[in-house]
């Protein structure tokens, strides 16, 4: 299955950026040994639209196109269920065993993500119930999609 991100904003050079690659390598290196692959990392500009309704229903459409017919869509929202990441782990294991030839993880906007987005999501998650600067939610998402491939593989990075 392959796993993509979708984020509402776009990483500049720096620190972040780096770190985010390192982990997104990790994870393309070693996901294929339990048939998970990175699939595209897409970043769209955030909405100039003058109202934060306008500017989420924008994004959500941006995302939309994104989608793939039959696409597994996670939210990332503060409100989602937290998860630890052996869960996070399974979840994304039990996805790819249904089949599911591709998953979006998206990372919404400053405004948030649009509701209509929720009715169409198979998962809603949280990182914690803080709010993270979208930088940090990139390192944070990539860093778990590592960790989720060494957990299914049985690496000992991921200790209890």
């Known amino acids: 299955m392959k796993i993509g991100l979708f984020a509402v904003g776009r990483l500049k050079s720096g620190p972040e950026k780096e770190l985010a690659a390192r ?5 393309a290196k070693a996901g294929p040994g339990v048939s998970l692959e990175l699939g595209r990392v897409i970043e769209v500009n955030e909405s100039r639209a003058s109202g934060a309704e306008t500017r989420k229903r924008e ?4 995302l939309e196109r994104s989608l793939s017919d039959g696409a597994v869509l996670v939210l990332l929202d503060e409100r989602g ?10 979840l994304l294991g039990k996805f790819r065993d249904q089949g599911k030839r591709e998953m979006l993880l998206a990372i919404g906007g400053a405004d948030g993500l649009d509701p209509a987005l929720y009715d169409r ?10 709010t993270w600067p979208h930088q940090l939610v990139r390192i944070l998402v990539a ?14 990075y991921h200790r209890v």
């Open 23 to 27: 982990y997104l390598d990790r994870f």
């Open 59 to 62: 994004e959500a459409g941006l």
């Open 81 to 90: 269920k937290s998860l630890d990441s052996p869960t996070f782990a399974n």
């Open 121 to 130: 999501a198979d998962a809603i998650i949280n990182l914690g119930t803080m």
């Open 143 to 156: 860093e778990q999609l590592y960790r989720a491939v060494t957990i299914l593989s049985g690496h000992p």
